[in-house]
């Protein structure tokens, strides 16, 4: 009687033995198969700018590796993300093989959430080779096998193609946030500050100098001291790998100590080891007995310091593809990247924590966005320009909306403009948007702000909308999908009936009356059309011309002659000689606009105005940029703004003498 009660009393303890038994097995089983079939292997549900397809798109995308020792023939196997196998499928075409130890990429066709979901692989009898559940994952991070076909899973960064063991592990995401004492902002003084974390039982670690808490924060124990930090050594403003300027010595980064605002970057960290998303917390203080920064709009950005300024892929500086170019000997056909800096596309984002205060330091925007290098031969400037984008993978809507200086933006994108060439006033290009904001040509809305990079003054900047297909729909009511931009070698026909005749007056009237020379043309030469045509005013498939970039030599010579140079250029000539009133039209849009858009009365004001507002800033850029004295600042801005004021004083005369001229010869 005495075995039966022992059963009895360690039934649940057999039972639990019997039980792993037989899961053990279960999973025994599990791996032979999984060891004979192609496996799942990497999963990315939110692609930036990892992996770039053939068309030059950033699509989710799905890895299998074959551990086998023998080629197996995919043809009809299915990928889905439902128990139903005709919905959210993927079937992979005919003819499709995978070599043993090879990876096949491709991008399913159907959405996978970033949040998290469930993949099945299934051949084309309809059995079940693998499945996967992939947690929410971060943008450019991948769910993958911690070695190709392994039974262990890891969130890593992406490999695709390569091997799995290439990547480097990451922490998993998971919910919460750290919280603090005190809002973002301005405060006239310093203060202690508290971070707490979110959830119970979890630690909260910080840096203040932008970087990633991640990988090098502080252990939070005690309030952070918040204070003025503008009196401490320069650090981001002083590296000489962004530019060769500063290499080869023909510029010097700033000497003095720059004005600072402090940036704390927190995380929580679980028993588990995992990490909540980054909260950034930036304060300008005493900023207040700052005059440079009274009626400014003021726009930070926190960003990883290895992703601006590290050798393999810091965006700011030369870099490794700077020494590889070298090492080649610099070339003319060299067919890589000559600089990091000069990078393009999606590959180049990176991205950052974005804060946006107006004049009156209120902050009318924050949140994550991507950042590129913006521009062609400023890259290799000092100062650099940058695009902003908003996407749904940083946690931001597709579109964002904020208002400065009673303007109102809507963008999916935008840019941080230093001005090219006119880094003396700066202001060209705005004065062109304005005097051109009611004609056929694209303009863009501009504001002025001062930017903050890591905590450290960068400069004066505009806001300024970016020329996308976004923009275009959202001015024109035109479809985003069937538009293009055209610049002068996109172009194949010049013949005048596939341009908007009046917007192309404009443009060149406008041109001509500032004396745009230098790169115009052929630089800094873009129109835009709808490639199919709809039922719009604007979907009719012509041409129209896009202001921008006038910043090289434009409105600074009265005496240039416009009309003469451009008749030596073939579009413009050829546009004069196809339509035989074209002359005589751009003449009298010329006497029009000389007397509104771009009458002395309505721009010198103009000029004024921007002169106020922006000199205490230009001065502070001049010093950080010229290495020069404030008195030597405002001096070199105060003698190129009046180069504009005379230009529009004596363009007018130089335009008669030089329009007749013009017609007598046609």
Known sequence: MKAPTIVRKYFHIIYGLLFAIIVGLSGLAIVRQQRSSVLINEVCTSNVSCCEDADGKYPDWIELFNPTD?????????INKSADLQKDKFVIPDGTVIAPGAFYLFNPGFVLSSEGCVLNLVDKRGQYKDHVSVPALKHDTTYSRFDDGSYVWEVKVPTPGYENSEGDTLGRLIEGEVLASAQPGFYDNGFDLTLKPSNWGRRVYYTVDGSDPVKYGLLYDKPVHIYDRSSEKNVYSVIPDVSLDYIEGNAT??????????????VSKDLLGRYTDINTFTYFIGFDQKTAYDDINVVSISADPDDLFSYENGIMVLGKNYDEYDKAGQPEDYEGDNSNFTVRGRRSERDICLEIYDSDRNRVLSGNAGMRIKGLSSRWDVQKSFSVFFR???????KEKFSLDGIDFDLHSFALDKCGQDTS??????????????????TAKRVPCCLFLNGEYWGFYWISERFDASFLADRYGVNADCVEYMDWDDIDNWDPEFFDRDSLIDYYASNIIVAHRGDWPPFNFRFWRTVTEDETEFGDGKYRPVIFDMNSSSMMTPDYNSFEVLMSVYPF??????DERFAADLVSRIDSMSKNEFS??????????????????????RMRYSNCSSKEAEESFEESVEIIRNFYRFRGDYLEKYKDSFLNEQ
């Open 70 to 78: 023998e080629t197996v023939d995919l043809s009809g196997y299915v």
């Open 253 to 266: 980064p700033p000497q003095y100590t720059l004005d600072k605002c402090m940036v704390v970057r927190a």
């Open 392 to 398: 749904k993978a940083y946690g931001s809507n597709y």
């Open 425 to 442: 006033t700066k202001m060209v290009d705005t004065i062109m948007s304005d005097c051109m904001s009611k004609t056929g040509c694209a």
């Open 573 to 578: 000539q050829n546009v004069v000689e196809e």
């Open 600 to 621: 002395p009365d309505k721009v010198l004001p103009m000029i004024n105005l921007l002169y106020d507002r922006m000199k205490e800033q230009m001065i502070l850029d």
